[in-house]
């Protein structure tokens, strides 16, 4: 009878611990609801030029094509003296970027657009435009892109200089082609000082190839 009393007090303390946990978690559905929107989806086209066969063992694929891992395992010296034959293939890469304009002004990564042929830009009701960079900046990773819509949904700014360490965050973005994938962490440090580059605020936050 003593060891079941003191089972349900336990299991009472553990619920009640849980339920004051789950009030001081906070809730992110709001907000992803009203910022989501804003979150698209970007893939690029970019024609690389490279050499299918080179000389003194040269890889003979560019690393972003299928058979490159083949070709690496399985010839990793390459075949020395073969001649060099030019060929251009299509690379093809994904990123995100938010919506700062109703009219299509775009944020997104410059690394993303960088060297692109043509920028595609999905939104979250599943149209597609073709985007045109109107600037990058490489120091600071960061590029504007323009599509031609109107009445688009735009994500809302805040200010830095407002957030505190240990705050809660998240990043909606499109990792591997995911529509509005969300993480969530916490601010880690503010104005961490990077060397050449601007002071960067820190995340915790996962941040998965294609997020950028």
Known sequence: MMKKLLLSLCLLLLAQVAGAQSRELPDFTELVEKQGAAVVN????????GNRLGPQGQMPFDESDPAFEFFRRFFPHGQPGQPSIPREHESKSLGSGFIISSDGHILTN??????????????????????????????????????????????????????????WVIAIGSP????NSVTAGIISAKARDTGDYLPLIQSDVAVNPGNS
């Open 42 to 49: 970007i893939s690029i086209t970019q024609t690389v030029r």
């Open 110 to 167: 410059t690394h993303v657009v960088d060297g692109a042929d043509e920028v595609m830009v999905k939104l979250t009701d599943k149209r597609e435009f073709k985007a045109r960079v109107l600037g990058t900046d490489r120091r600071t990773d960061i590029a504007l892109i323009k599509i031609d819509a109107i009445n688009l949904p735009v994500a809302k700014l805040g200010d830095p200089a407002k957030l505190k360490v240990g705050e």
């Open 176 to 179: 591997f082609n995911l529509e």
